[in-house]
C-alpha cells in the first residue's frame, strides 16, 4: 500500500527557507504516469494547492506562489521535495504531500501524507 | 482562478438524515474535474469522489454527488457518527485547481 511521509522542520523564522521531503514507501515514484504534489492547509482555514511535480521532473506551480517555489525529485531516494523562500507568518500551516489520481496538469488528490505543521514565528 | 463557494458553511444533523452540501464554482467545469474531499478532525482530506459522481474505491454508497455547468451537489444519504468531518470541493477544470472553503457536518 502507498504510503507518503513529510519531514522537515517544525518551527521557523521569518524570511528563512522552507524545506521539506516527502518519502514515498510501497511504491515507486517513476512507476505510473502521476504527479506528486504539495497542498498546504493554514490551522483551521480551507485548502491551497502549492504545485505538482511528475517524476521526470516537469513541475507545475499554483501562480500565487510561483516566485518563491521550488519542486524537485529525487527518483533514487524515492522522494520529492519542496523549498519555500523567504517565509513569512503567512506560510504557517499544515503542509501535505500527496499523489495525483491521474496524469494531469490539473488533477485529483487520490494519496496524501499525513501532514506536517510548520510554524513560522520570530 | 475559479473560486469555488461552499454552502453551507455548517450543517448539525442527526443519525440518518440526509445530508445535502453544495459547491458553485466561479466557471463551467466540465463534469469530469469535480471532486469531493473528506476530512476527519487531525487527518488527510480523503478523496470521496471524483469526476462529480463517481465514488472512489472503498467509499460507502451513502455518499453521492451529482451537478453540471457551476453547480454541484454532495450528498449523504443518511448520516453515520463516522461521517462527522469537513467536506470540501475541488476543480481541477482549470490550472491552477482550487478547493472550496469547507462545510463542517456535525451530530445533533
Known amino acids: 500500500q502507498l504510503q507518503l511521509q513529510e519531514s522537515g522542520p517544525g518551527l521557523m523564522k521569518p524570511s528563512e527557507t522552507l524545506s521539506l521531503t516527502c518519502t514515498v514507501s510501497g511504491g515507486s515514484i517513476t512507476n505510473g504516469f502521476y504527479y506528486w504534489g504539495w497542498i498546504r492547509q493554514p490551522p483551521g482555514k480551507g485548502l491551497e494547492w502549492i504545485g505538482n511535480?511528475?517524476?521526470?521532473?516537469?513541475?507545475y506551480y499554483n501562480p500565487s506562489l510561483k516566485s518563491r517555489v521550488t519542486i524537485s525529485v529525487d527518483t533514487s531516494k524515492n522522494h520529492f521535495s519542496l523549498n519555500l523562500v523567504s517565509v513569512t507568518a503567512a506560510d504557517t500551516a499544515i503542509y501535505y504531500c500527496?499523489?495525483?489520481?491521474?496524469?494531469?496538469?490539473?488533477?485529483?488528490?487520490?494519496?496524501w501524507g499525513q501532514g506536517t505543521l510548520v510554524t513560522v514565528s520570530s | 482562478d475559479i473560486q469555488m463557494t461552499q454552502s453551507p458553511s455548517s450543517v448539525s444533523a442527526s443519525v440518518g438524515d440526509r445530508v445535502t452540501i453544495t459547491c458553485r464554482a466561479s466557471q463551467v467545469l466540465d463534469t469530469s474535474w469535480l471532486a469531493w474531499y473528506q476530512q476527519t478532525p487531525g487527518k488527510a482530506p480523503k478523496l470521496l469522489i471524483y469526476a462529480t459522481s463517481k465514488l472512489e474505491s472503498g467509499v460507502p454508497s451513502r455518499f453521492s454527488g451529482s451537478g453540471s455547468g457551476t453547480g454541484f451537489t454532495l450528498a449523504i444519504s443518511s448520516l453515520q457518527p463516522e461521517d462527522v468531518a469537513t467536506y470540501y470541493c475541488?476543480?481541477?477544470?482549470?490550472?491552477?485547481?482550487?478547493f472550496g472553503g469547507g462545510t463542517k457536518v456535525e451530530m445533533k
Open positions: 511535480i511528475d517524476y521526470s521532473g516537469h513541475t
Open positions: 475541488q476543480q481541477a477544470n482549470t490550472h491552477p485547481v482550487t
Open positions: 500527496s499523489k495525483t489520481r491521474g496524469y494531469s496538469v490539473s488533477d485529483f488528490f487520490a494519496s
